[in-house]
């Protein structure tokens, strides 16, 4: 880098820097060898957040845009002295079409005895969620994140336009399937990408935070169903939005981190060098410091692994097992169930989905502040009481005024989007770290288990509309109960071992608030 002389007014020289000199900001060393060089969190992260986080508008609108596909539609029979629809002197179905066009219901009758069709597409999508989820994961722990990251957002593309051209309703739920197990992969490799390049300073905010787009999408779909009516071109609108991803393929890089802990040193260094570049962070030691860092992470002795049965193996770690999975079950269950439930309620259901699914967006917020304040236990213990409030008020509630009803079921929604977010971190928290992603893992697999089910409990609602918040109501207050036997993690050291996640809880104290 060059300078030149230049006379100062008073007469005096100085020193003049060229355009090629910028200002370097020092990076706080930190025994995390990747962020010690590009920082916790500076601008080009910053940017790779803000990139990522499109992907997660798509992830609402797929997950929960069965709400508007398969729209609640008034049946009649048109055959001449004929008042039940149902019943097998009707030969003419007439759909009332004045709210939506077409939907999955009336395109392929899906009334009376085949009513539970429907709901079964959607316990389908859930289901391709979960799978997706797990075998994307082990794709990019295997091959990368970029290419696992990068196949399920094009995946989602293309399957996603296939499902607009469904001949049938069978060719619809595979389709439906194939988006969802895309989506789970998404959902899966962002929130890793994301996290492998953020430092612990704004790794917790950020890990909140990341739920807000999904949030936005689930919101926004009331306002693509007001104004397309018509089911294949909405399902064409929330699909085609993924062209974007295009530009994936040129701004989202391997994850650096991956890179140096499966020994591909150089590649990383050079993904490094650019990222610190963007952050005005020095470049001169990235080399020396990263090949030392890995030849210690080589030379250091291989820790003791633990697998899925030793969560179980110990009585305490057992009982905290338990009662996360069953947190999770639930909030999956109450978040995805609620939000379609609402849509039965009558009314507008583009209002009543709009102001439910908005509502959701500060409540993430919320759970930022909640959590930092209050811990995670008493968030959590919160957050499920008042979805248990909303929803057992609707079972007392069921035959009054629908904006009543509206109101019940949006507070247990509202609830459900401060868990939801507490989950990932408290659980991430909880479990030792030789079995973290075991533990983990099994949680997200009841919580799917829970968003399975969640189509099919709403369904319990053509028997009596008070059954469905009941069930919704008991689960929430099985998670309150449950959450009494977590303990707080806040300010506390991550336990290690199987022996610290066994004794984590019983005697420690916080470090700091």
Same mark, same amino acid.
């Given at each position: 880098?060059?300078?030149?002389?230049?006379?100062?007014?008073?007469?005096?020289?100085?020193?003049?820097?060229?355009?090629?000199? =910028?200002?370097?900001?020092?990076?706080?060393?930190?025994?995390?060898?990747?962020?010690?060089?590009?920082?916790?969190?500076?601008?080009?992260?910053?940017?790779?957040?803000? &990139?990522?986080?499109?992907?997660?508008?798509?992830?609402?609108?797929?997950? /929960?845009?069965?709400?508007?596909?398969?729209?609640?539609?008034?049946? +009649?029979?048109?055959?001449?002295?004929?008042?039940?629809?149902? !019943?097998?002197?009707?030969?003419?179905?007439?759909?009332?079409?004045? *709210?939506?066009?077409?939907?999955?219901?009336?395109?392929?009758?899906?009334?009376?005895?085949?009513? !539970?069709?429907?709901? &079964?597409?959607?316990?389908?999508?859930?289901?391709?969620?979960?799978?997706? +989820?797990?075998?994307?994961?082990?794709?990019?722990?295997?091959?990368?994140?970029?290419?696992?990251?990068?196949?399920?957002?094009?995946?989602?593309?293309?399957?996603?336009?296939? *499902?607009?051209?469904?001949?049938?309703?069978?060719?619809?739920?595979?389709?439906?399937?194939?988006?969802?197990?895309?989506?789970?992969?998404?959902?899966?490799?962002?929130?890793?990408?994301?996290?492998?390049? #953020?430092?612990?300073?704004?790794?917790?905010?950020?890990?909140?935070?990341?739920?807000?787009?999904?949030?936005?999408?689930?919101?926004?779909?009331?306002?693509?169903?007001?104004?397309?009516?018509?089911?294949?071109?909405?399902?064409?609108?929330?699909? #085609?939005?993924?062209?974007?991803?295009?530009?994936?393929?040129?701004?989202?890089? =391997?994850?650096?981190?991956?890179?140096?802990?499966?020994?591909?040193?150089?590649?990383?260094?050079?993904?490094?060098?650019?990222?610190?570049?963007?952050?005005?962070?020095?470049?001169?030691?990235?080399?020396? =410091?990263?090949?030392?860092?890995?030849?210690? /992470?080589?030379?250091?002795?291989?820790?003791?692994?633990?697998?899925?049965?030793?969560?179980?193996?110990?009585? @305490?770690?057992?009982?905290?097992?338990?009662?996360?999975?069953?947190?999770?079950?639930?909030?999956?269950?109450? @978040?995805?169930?609620?939000?379609? @439930?609402?849509?039965?309620?009558?009314?507008?259901?583009?209002?009543?989905?709009?102001?439910?699914?908005?509502?959701?967006?500060?409540?993430?917020?919320?759970?930022?502040?909640?959590?930092?304040?209050?811990?995670?236990?008493?968030?959590?213990?919160? !957050?499920? %009481?008042?979805?248990?409030?909303?929803?057992?008020?609707?079972?007392? $509630?069921?035959?009054?005024?629908?904006?009543?009803? *509206?109101?019940?079921?949006?507070?247990?929604?509202?609830?459900?989007?401060?868990?939801?977010?507490?989950?990932?971190?408290?659980?991430?928290?909880?479990?030792?770290?030789?079995?973290? +992603?075991?533990?983990?893992?099994?949680?997200?697999?009841?919580?799917?288990?829970? %968003?399975?089910?969640?189509? $099919?409990?709403?369904?319990?609602?053509?028997?009596?509309?008070?059954?469905?918040?009941?069930?919704?109501?008991?689960? +929430?207050?099985?998670?309150?109960?449950?959450?009494?036997?977590?303990?707080?993690?806040?300010?506390?050291? /991550?336990?290690?071992?199987?022996?610290?996640?066994?004794?984590?809880?019983?005697?420690?104290?916080?470090?700091?608030?």
């Amino acid at each position: 880098m060059k300078s030149t002389m230049v006379d100062r007014p008073d007469g005096k020289k100085t020193k003049e820097r060229t355009p090629k000199e =910028e200002k370097l900001y020092p990076v706080e060393k930190t025994a995390d060898p990747i962020i010690s060089q590009i920082g916790d969190f500076r601008r080009y992260q910053l940017f790779f957040c803000a &990139l990522i986080f499109l992907s997660k508008f798509g992830t609402g609108w797929h997950t /929960l845009g069965h709400i508007f596909l398969a729209a609640p539609t008034e049946l +009649s029979c048109g055959t001449e002295n004929v008042t039940d629809a149902c !019943s097998d002197e009707c030969n003419d179905l007439v759909f009332d079409t004045s *709210v939506f066009h077409s939907t999955i219901i009336t395109e392929w009758n899906l009334t009376c005895k085949n009513k !539970s069709l429907a709901s &079964l597409s959607q316990s389908i999508v859930m289901l391709g969620v979960m799978f997706g +989820s797990m075998l994307f994961g082990m794709i990019a722990d295997r091959f990368g994140r970029r290419p696992a990251f990068l196949g399920c957002c094009y995946m989602q593309l293309i399957t996603g336009l296939v *499902v607009c051209v469904s001949p049938t309703y069978w060719f619809y739920c595979i389709a439906r399937f194939l988006v969802a197990f895309a989506t789970g992969g998404t959902m899966t490799t962002s929130f890793v990408l994301i996290m492998e390049i #953020i430092g612990p300073k704004k790794r917790e905010l950020v890990a909140v935070l990341y739920q807000i787009p999904f949030n936005i999408g689930h919101a926004s779909l009331a306002v693509f169903a007001y104004f397309i009516r018509t089911w294949r071109w909405f399902q064409f609108s929330i699909t #085609i939005f993924s062209v974007v991803f295009i530009v994936y393929l040129c701004l989202v890089p =391997e994850s650096p981190r991956w890179l140096f802990t499966t020994g591909r040193v150089d590649e990383s260094i050079q993904i490094l060098e650019k990222i610190a570049k963007h952050n005005r962070a020095p470049r001169e030691n990235i080399r020396p =410091e990263i090949e030392a860092g890995y030849r210690a /992470l080589s030379a250091r002795q291989p820790a003791k692994k633990g697998n899925l049965l030793d969560l179980f193996k110990t009585p @305490y770690l057992r009982v905290k097992t338990i009662c996360m999975a069953n947190n999770w079950l639930v909030v999956c269950m109450v @978040y995805y169930g609620t939000a379609q @439930y609402i849509s039965k309620l009558g009314g507008d259901i583009f209002l009543n989905n709009l102001i439910a699914a908005g509502l959701g967006i500060p409540g993430t917020c919320l759970c930022v502040v909640l959590t930092k304040w209050l811990g995670r236990k008493i968030t959590l213990m919160l !957050s499920n %009481s008042i979805s248990a409030v909303g929803l057992i008020l609707l079972v007392f $509630l069921s035959e009054s005024s629908m904006w009543v009803q *509206v109101a019940c079921a949006t507070l247990g929604l509202f609830g459900a989007s401060i868990t939801f977010p507490n989950v990932y971190l408290y659980g991430g928290e909880l479990f030792p770290t030789v079995v973290r +992603s075991n533990g983990v893992g099994l949680c997200s697999m009841v919580g799917r288990i829970g %968003s399975i089910t969640a189509p $099919l409990i709403c369904d319990l609602a053509n028997i009596k509309p008070w059954i469905t918040p009941l069930v919704f109501g008991i689960f +929430s207050v099985l998670a309150v109960i449950g959450t009494i036997f977590i303990p707080e993690t806040r300010g506390m050291p /991550l336990p290690e071992t199987l022996e610290d996640g066994e004794t984590f809880g019983r005697k420690q104290k916080p470090q700091q608030n």
